[in-house]
């Protein structure tokens, strides 16, 4: 299939751009904002920006914003090599500049300051957030302030603050978003950053500890770990924003007093150990209860955190409780989805002479479980059965019906001494009156082992992918005899029955859909790819070789898999 050119890719983006989350973002900056992408053509832009530039949404995006917007002071066009953004832009480095002039609808200037800094797009390239305001809108300076530090003006706090939303929102993983926020605060707002979490068993865990030393973030394992229980009452900095309690400056003075807390004295050697002299600790909140502390401290760097600072502070650990909460919701999500599943699938059998395993991957989206499922049990006369099966849907309904549907076939193969075809034909015709399945395909099929020491796989198929048979020499071929009706339809009619013999040490390998279907390629490419890496991997022993099959063809965030691999005995 080809590739979809560069206007199609703009096109997509732009529509994913103009959603209202990345709106609503963009508006909440409090300024011009616009997004572009790597060739410079706006992809959303925010309401101000609008109002600024006396252009709508629709007039700007699509267009490479250097042509449309910058100017000279006389307003004539500027080439790219003139243009103080466009090489940063290309770059991906952030930048800014306080004296360039854009171009109004009406065809006017307008006089602005500008910082661009790299944002993340939805299908994982890497756009440009540009932020920009007229001198008039610059806040005045403080005069009281005494720093030796320089402080953020307002538009780096906004572009700040806007880079913290897209990067901790952009992850569901927890260490992740923690790796994010720490590198996103240090060395820009502090030399120290230290992050304390509250355990879903309500302990607290000093989860990191970071210096900057020069260009490289040094992490402090000797100074991480558990921490003593939050005391109730401690009017100390920290043990207050980990009740959620307020926002705090302090420094080593305030844990030189006697301890009134487990958790003081480890503050005591925190500041010890890192010779810190200024600190400021922020609650890290989501909108349902406090998740931890967020502490920002200078060593090497002179001047003290103002208030100013800890208001800042409090914006970012707002937005990091926000993502750590979702982060944690997620996680939880997903590992209550995977037990589910595992409890609904079945341990396999011992059988004398046949290796057997068995893999299932969950689909991407944690809050649900599939109705992918594998079987394996014993039948009289020597033989096994083997079940793949898929029924249609992604949610907890899928999974009742997917239990259902192999109960039942469990029931009828044991006690009908029928043909598989016939069995399936019993099971299609009681889905139904008696479940709730819609739709279903699977295989259902039996190995035995023959007087000469042979094994035959006798089966039928019900509109499922058919088995892939791989002799120990590499050699691969699908079994697509007598392919039949899915399940669930209201047809009647006779069902196939399919005979192979396995070659000794050959592996018959079945599968579910979520193992060929590759966005972008059609079936026939999942099977061939299939079949190519199963023939090259026929050598390795059978836990290797279903490992290797789903790390070499499984496609990435998509759909659930279930495999159930079978390897014959070799002479």
């Known amino acids: 299939m080809a590739e979809p050119d560069s206007t199609d890719r703009h096109e997509r983006r732009a529509r994913a751009a103009s959603s209202a989350p990345l709106r609503g973002a963009l508006d909440a900056i409090g300024t011009g904002a616009y997004v572009v992408d790597e060739q410079g053509r706006i992809l959303a832009v925010n309401t101000c920006a609008e109002r600024m530039l006396g252009r709508s949404a629709a007039e700007l995006v699509g267009h490479d914003a250097h042509e449309l917007l910058h100017r000279g002071p006389q307003g004539q066009p500027l080439s790219t090599t003139r243009c103080g953004m466009r090489p940063s832009l290309h770059a991906g480095l952030p930048a800014q500049h306080h004296d360039d002039h854009f171009a109004r609808a009406d ?68 260490e992740e978003a923690l790796r994010r926020l720490v590198a996103l605060v240090v060395p820009r707002l502090a030399d120290w950053v230290v992050v304390d979490l509250i355990t879903e068993r309500d302990e607290v865990w000093r989860t990191a500890v970071v210096e900057a030393d020069g260009g490289s973030l040094v992490h402090h394992e000797e100074l991480q770990g558990p921490m003593p229980p939050i005391p109730e009452e401690s009017l100390m900095p920290l043990s207050r924003a980990l009740r959620g309690a307020a926002s705090t400056l302090t420094g080593p003075e305030t844990y030189q007093r006697d301890p009134d807390s487990g958790i003081a004295v480890e503050q005591r050697r925190l500041f010890d150990a890192t010779g810190i002299h200024s600190a400021a600790i922020a609650p890290i909140r989501s909108t349902r209860e406090v998740l931890g502390a967020l502490t ?32 944690r919701l997620y996680q939880r999500q997903r590992k209550v989805a ?25 689909a991407p989206d944690a809050s649900q ?25 992604h949610d907890l309904e899928a999974a009742a019906g997917m239990a259902q549907l192999r109960n039942m076939l469990r029931a009828y193969a044991w006690s009908q001494k029928e043909p598989p075809s016939r069995i399936v034909e019993r099971l299609d015709e009681a889905i139904m009156p008696i479940t709730d399945v819609t739709m279903a395909t699977l295989i259902f099929g039996r190995v035995i ?64 859909d979520g193992l060929i279907e590759v966005p972008g390629r059609t079936l026939d490419d999942g099977l061939d790819r299939l ?41």
């Open 296 to 327: 920002l401290g200078r060593a090497r760097t002179t001047g003290h955190f103002t208030g100013a600072d800890l208001s800042l502070l409090e914006d970012i650990a707002r937005r990091a409780g926000l993502a750590l909460d979702n982060a």
């Open 107 to 174: 065809g006017t200037l307008l006089h602005i300051s500008w910082l661009i800094t790299p944002y993340a797009l939805d299908d994982g390239a890497t756009g440009t957030l540009v932020v920009f305001h007229t001198p008039e809108q610059a806040p005045p300076a403080d005069p009281d302030t005494q720093r030796t530090t320089e402080p953020l003006s307002e538009l780096e706090r906004l572009a700040l603050l806007a880079e913290t939303t897209t990067r901790l929102t952009a992850t569901l993983d927890v």
């Open 449 to 512: 082992e023959g007087e000469d020491g042979r094994w035959e796989l006798a089966w039928t198929n019900a509109g499922h992918p058919p088995p892939l048979l791989v002799t120990r020499d590499g050699l691969a071929r699908y079994l697509t005899e007598d392919h039949g009706l899915l399940l669930g339809t209201g047809v009647r009619q006779s069902r196939p029955d399919a005979r192979t013999e396995l070659p000794p040490g050959s592996t018959l390998v079945l599968y579910t």
């Open 369 to 393: 479980v599939g109705g992918d499922w594998y079987d394996a049990f014993a039948l009289s006369e020597r033989a096994t059965a083997l079940v793949i099966g898929d029924v249609v849907g």
């Open 531 to 571: 079949r190519q890496h199963a023939a090259a991997l026929a050598h390795r022993p059978l836990e290797s070789f279903t490992d290797l099959l789903l790390h070499r063809v499984h496609p990435p965030g998509h759909d659930d898999v279930a495999l159930l691999a079978v390897r014959t005995p070799h002479p």
């Open 338 to 362: 995977e037990t589910m599943q595992n409890h609904l699938l079945p341990q396999m059998p011992r059988v004398a002479g046949l290796q057997m395993t068995v893999r299932y991957l969950p």
